[in-house]
């Protein structure tokens, strides 16, 4: 079974420019989260997707962040305009139903803003 | 709100030994799970062990075991026999199951480094 994928795997960018993450769930996950991970602390939920609705974006600055689940399967992460605080790793996550239990993490693309 | 705190920013322990690493959490709910996730430096997040709230009996996985008291709000992590590949950090988190969202909420993380 294939994990979770992401891309890309580390971005550097200008504060004011614009990014994109992507993630590709596992086969079959109704669930997908996006987390923001700043250095030294823990996973922070930004979004949380349930097929292609929305179930939480209550911490996702929607000044600057958005995101979008298309077809209920793959989804992009987007910011614009950057940030110097945005820096962090973006983790996306997956699990098979909202109840269950074990969430599947990606490798996580580290975003370096200048 | 529910919070996580680990106290412990960094553990040490002998290859070989026993360690206990140390989350609290606060909430007002009485159904929800914890679990402990271990993050490599390669950062893929993986479970370790999980543990229903409405158990009493503490969760075991291999060398993992936790001691959880619920009225203490207190959830620790026991590894045991530790291995080089132990070293990584520990993340406790706090899963709400009353709520609409099933809102994960994570601790800042306890490294733990494992001496040869």
């Known amino acids: 079974e294939a994990g979770v994928a992401q891309s890309p795997r580390y971005k550097i960018i200008e504060k004011r420019q614009s990014v994109a993450f992507w993630c590709n769930p596992i086969?079959?996950?109704?669930?997908l989260y996006w987390y923001q991970q700043i250095l030294g602390q823990g996973p922070k939920l930004l979004i949380q997707?349930?097929?292609?609705?929305?179930?939480?974006d209550s911490q996702l600055p929607k000044d600057r962040f958005s995101a979008e689940r298309l077809k209920g399967v793959d989804s992009t992460l987007k910011i614009q305009p950057a940030k110097l605080e945005d820096s962090a790793v973006y983790l996306c996550?997956?699990?098979?139903?909202?109840?269950?239990?074990?969430?599947?993490f990606g490798p996580g693309t580290r975003l370096t803003v200048t | 709100a529910q919070t996580v705190t680990q106290s412990q920013p960094e553990m040490s322990v002998q290859e070989a030994e026993t360690v206990t690493l140390s989350c609290t959490y606060d909430?007002?709910?009485?159904?929800?799970?914890l679990f402990w996730y271990k993050q490599p430096p390669s950062r893929q997040m993986i479970l370790v062990i999980r543990?229903?709230?409405?158990?009493?009996q503490n969760a075991t996985e291999n060398r993992f075991s936790v001691n959880f008291q619920k009225a203490a709000k207190s959830f620790s992590l026991k590894i045991s026999d530790s291995q080089l590949g132990d070293a990584a950090m520990y993340f406790c988190?706090?899963?709400?199951?009353?709520?609409?969202?099933?809102?994960?909420?994570f601790g800042t993380g306890t490294r733990l480094k494992v001496l040869a």
């Open positions: 086969s079959g996950h109704a669930t």
């Open positions: 988190a706090y899963r709400s199951l009353t709520s609409g969202t099933y809102k994960y909420i």
């Open positions: 543990q229903e709230a409405y158990k009493q």
């Open positions: 996550a997956s699990s098979l139903r909202q109840i269950s239990y074990e969430q599947y």
């Open positions: 997707f349930q097929n292609n609705g929305v179930v939480d």
């Open positions: 909430t007002s709910e009485s159904d929800y799970y």
